[in-house]
């Protein structure tokens, strides 16, 4: 029988390989608050090379949580939000073990042609590519073995990390965040949902030529292997590094604000993982979205609380700003606490108020984000900290993270006038109509919480 469900032995092996690492982590951490002293950066180090050779998702929690003020330290923070998800392949013996066991014996009868090498590996899993007898070239997206044991134990060890930091330092309560990633990463291990996610995207992105989504090959998939048509296109970072013209560059960073914010504001839809590895450079200069295991759908209210607040930043309208937070779900939020989170507010929007081409960061300073992020911290532990609700988790980690990816295309767009064409017709009865015609066509069903 497959391995399904997480297993107590996969539990503590996983557990046994990390506890290290994390608990090297609070030791540290506990050092540092009561003066002692500590080499940091050489252990944040470490700590990114035990991770990167670890199959699983504790550096995508960590690559999440650096996106949150101050949430870790600064040093582990910025050496784990380094960490590279092309994690080393598995060998043929793996694939022929997981395909016999989700399509059968005799499955390469199924497939013309079966690559034997891995042509991207990542934290979950690993593709290959292949041809069905039909002619269609096909990518089989196979996951590692024993991944639920692997996340519930690194579930186990960051709730163990976070239960530490907070006792040294309370500012930002993760309980909400920490039942956000939990969710999210343990949807990832279920392929047939991932799939449904595709459908939807594909249906979302129907009338963007500029963005091609594949589509899901449901006869060859199952919870764990997820086939999909091949989409042929070239890392960004190859592209990048052939010097593409201003143009160019502008086209891709116009693509996928488009792919990202389209999907937000007609269908209240978010794609949570932005970096350069999920996407590709199509020959004509369009964009491939890949990866759809990471997806969140928000409620319509929590959509008009996020234009809300784009309009306060905008006026500089504190009661809206105030009323925007709420619809967010941030508690108790005061008159002194209001203008902390619009220190973060209008670092995020910054980009969007300006009607002008320009670059996605005007600032020349490389650690003007980290500075920012130190002074709503600082500015939080003064007012009696916060507790970010599950809603700002993935839009945070979206925005910051696909602010990265326009950092690194040095594209020059006018952000402001995207947006306002993208939001100009937004209403939430427009939303939630969109939201359900989409969802029911990709056969998809949500938690409560989340429409």
Request: overall charge negative.
């Amino acid at each position: 029988m497959p391995d399904d469900g997480p297993t107590l032995f996969g539990e503590i092996r996983r557990m046994a390989r990390t506890s290290g690492a994390v608990g090297g982590i609070a030791a540290r951490m506990a050092g540092a608050r009561l003066g002692i002293a500590t080499d940091k950066q050489r252990h944040a180090e470490d700590l990114r090379q035990i991770l990167g050779g670890l199959k699983g998702p504790l550096m995508k929690v960590a690559q999440f949580f650096s996106t949150i003020p101050d949430a870790l330290p600064e040093e582990y923070a910025d050496e784990l939000a380094n960490l590279q998800s092309n994690a080393p392949p598995m060998g043929w013996n793996f694939v022929r073990r997981r395909m016999r066991a989700e399509l059968g014996e005799g499955w390469e009868k199924k497939f013309t042609d079966f690559s034997h090498t891995a042509s991207h590996a990542a934290s979950l899993g690993q593709v290959h590519k292949a041809t069905l007898p039909d002619g269609r070239i096909v990518a089989c997206k196979l996951q590692y073995p024993d991944m639920a044991s692997t996340v519930e134990a690194d579930l186990r060890q960051l709730r163990l990390a976070l239960s530490v930091y907070r006792k040294l330092d309370s500012t930002i309560q993760q309980d909400d965040v920490y039942a956000e990633l939990a969710e999210r990463l343990r949807e990832e291990l279920d392929y047939t949902r991932e799939a449904a996610q595709m459908r939807l995207y594909h249906h979302m992105m129907r009338a963007e030529p500029d963005v091609t989504v594949p589509t899901p090959v449901m006869a060859f998939c199952t919870d764990r292997l997820l086939t999909m048509t091949w989409l042929d296109g070239r890392k960004i970072q190859e592209v990048l590094a052939e010097n593409p013209s201003q143009e160019q560059r502008n086209r891709m960073a116009a693509a996928l604000f488009r792919a990202y914010y389209t999907a937000f504001y007609h269908y209240g839809v978010i794609h949570g993982d932005p970096h350069l590895g999920n996407y590709q450079v199509r020959a004509d200069g369009g964009i491939n979205l890949l990866d759809f295991g990471a997806i969140r759908v928000f409620p319509p209210r929590f959509v008009s609380g996020v234009i809300m607040l784009y309009e306060a930043m905008r006026d500089r309208d504190d009661e809206k700003a105030m009323h925007a937070y709420q619809l967010w779900g941030f508690p108790e939020v005061t008159a002194e606490k209001l203008q902390v989170l619009n220190t973060w507010a209008r670092f995020l929007y910054e980009p969007l108020l300006e009607d002008a081409i320009r670059p996605i960061q005007r600032f020349e300073d490389p650690n003007h984000g980290r500075n920012v992020a130190m002074e709503v911290h600082a500015g939080l532990k003064r007012t009696g900290g916060v507790r970010p609700p599950r809603e700002f988790v993935l839009l945070d980690r979206s925005a910051i993270g696909l602010g990265s990816v326009f950092l690194r295309l040095r594209a020059e767009l006018n952000w402001s006038a995207m947006l306002r064409e993208i939001i100009a017709d937004f209403s939430e009865e427009n939303l939630r109509s969109r939201q359900a015609e989409a969802l029911a066509l990709a056969g998809l069903t949500v938690p409560e919480h989340q429409t």
